[in-house]
């Protein structure tokens, strides 16, 4: 889930960048220091949306650099248990798929995707359903809700999240209309017709 958070930090100008002026050096020094880093409590920072508040500036003894206690929003990205989410499939392998959501991917275990029984297809980099014919690979776009979060602070390729398709109305986006349309009445036949 993406959320706006107002957030507070501190940010180094260094004595290159004192001529210009403070909010943009500041938000660009944010964007630098923040976009893309990954904590446990509040999750993935996408983008520093505005700055609210800069404070006076304090100079530390031997460094040049002016730094600024800054208050600001952000568009952070917060993986929560039970959410769904819709991504598209980034790589499929044996165990699985991954599903890009946003900054962080998830993976939708091979037992995860249906009932039925998948195997995994290497020449086409799929996996395929063993009754019903159907197949997930790169590209597709899927629908499922999220079973397990792992937030890994240090390193954020680490974090884990586990994916469920196996509930209703969640599943490839392609096979959820197919059903949608089976399920559909037939046009009614005109009147006079019997």
Do not use: C
């Not at 107002?6 to 403070?22: F, Q």
């Not at 220091?33 to 508040?53: R, Y």
């Not at 959410?83 to 499939?89: A, F, K, L, R, S």
Request: charged share 25%; no cysteine; hydrophobic share 40%.
């Amino acid at each position: 889930m993406y959320k706006m958070m107002r957030l507070v930090d501190t940010v180094r100008i260094p004595p290159t960048l004192l001529g210009e002026e403070v909010a943009p050096t500041v938000k660009n020094a944010l964007r630098e220091k923040l976009e893309g880093q990954v904590d446990k409590k509040l999750g993935s920072l996408v983008a520093i949306h505005k700055i609210v508040e800069i404070g006076e500036g304090h100079i530390l003894v031997g460094d040049g650099a002016v730094y600024y206690d800054v208050t600001f929003e952000a568009i952070m990205f917060v993986p929560e248990l039970q959410e769904i989410i819709e991504g598209e499939v980034v790589e499929a392998v044996s165990f699985g798929v991954f599903i890009g959501m946003g900054p962080m991917d998830g993976l939708l275990h091979v037992s995860q995707i249906t009932d039925d029984f998948i195997s995994y297809d290497a020449k086409n980099a799929r996996l395929v359903t063993k009754n019903g014919g159907k197949s997930i690979a790169e590209g597709d776009h899927v629908r499922a809700r999220i079973v397990a979060v792992s937030i890994n602070e240090r390193e954020p390729k680490e974090s884990k999240i586990g994916l469920t398709m196996r509930q209703t109305a969640l599943g490839k986006l392609q096979w959820l209309e197919e059903a949608r349309k089976r399920k559909q009445p037939s046009e009614a036949a005109p009147e006079g017709t019997a």
